[in-house]
Structure formats: structure tokens, C-alpha cells
């Protein structure tokens, strides 16, 4: 099975910019579709973004996030990244790697949690006003 280990998070400023990473070991993620995840303090779990490598290379977004986040993967690395632009204080959170072998008709069903296999310990991600 693969294992995932998330890091790059931190403290910064609104206004900031940050990649985080997730490194893969145990299997190449080529053959997997990989998402991000987040939970904020007091909330529930949410879908950030996902990625179906190779293929196509469709990508899922939260809608509030369209813009300010891109998802990515370097095959060679065996990484995943998630570069965050123009960060918010509302975009404090712990965030989360995931990886699914499963295969789904819809980019929207990569939004869900139940559709990933294996997740990361997760990354903290605080950003001051």
C-alpha cells in the first residue's frame, strides 16, 4: 500500500503564498487519483481539491477556492503539491493528502472522503490577519 506524509505548512500572513507537499512511498502515485482535504477548527472536514493523474488530468476544486488553488503532481518526485496563493485567515486548517485507486465517472465524486484509500497524518496551515 502507499504511505503518505504531508509537510510545508506553517505560520504565514494573509496575503501569503504556500505549497504544501505530500510525499508518496510504497507505490508510484501515477496509478492514483490524489486529493486535498482541510479541517478548520469547530468544522467538518472539506474537500479542497483533487487531481486524476495521467488521463485526462481533470482537477476538482472547492468553489470558493477556484483561483487562489492549484492542485498538482510530479510524477518523478513521487509527490503531490498543493500551491495556495492569496491566503486568508479562513484558510486556517489542518490539511490533508489522500489517494484513491478507485475510478469514478464524475471529478465531483474525488470531493468525498469515503472515495479515498489512504490519507497522510495532515499539515498545519495558520494564517494571521
Known amino acids: 500500500q502507499v504511505q503518505l506524509v504531508e509537510s510545508g505548512g506553517g505560520l504565514v500572513q494573509a496575503g501569503d503564498s504556500l505549497r504544501l507537499s505530500c510525499a508518496a512511498s510504497g507505490r508510484e502515485i501515477r496509478n492514483y487519483a490524489m486529493g486535498w482535504f482541510r479541517q478548520a477548527p469547530g468544522k467538518e472536514r472539506e474537500s479542497v481539491a483533487a487531481?486524476?493523474?495521467?488521463?485526462?488530468?481533470?482537477?476538482y476544486y472547492l468553489d470558493s477556492l477556484k483561483g487562489r488553488f492549484t492542485i498538482s503532481i510530479d510524477n518523478a518526485k513521487n509527490t503531490a503539491y498543493l500551491q495556495m496563493n492569496t491566503l486568508k485567515p479562513e484558510d486556517t486548517a489542518v490539511y490533508y493528502c489522500?489517494?484513491?485507486?478507485?475510478?469514478?465517472?464524475?471529478?465531483?465524486?474525488?470531493?468525498?472522503?469515503?472515495?479515498?484509500?489512504?490519507w497522510g497524518q495532515g499539515t498545519q496551515v495558520t494564517v494571521s490577519s
Open positions: 489522500a489517494a484513491t485507486t478507485r475510478i469514478y465517472s464524475d471529478i465531483n465524486d474525488y470531493g468525498w472522503m469515503g472515495a479515498y484509500m489512504y
Open positions: 487531481i486524476i493523474n495521467g488521463g485526462t488530468g481533470t482537477a
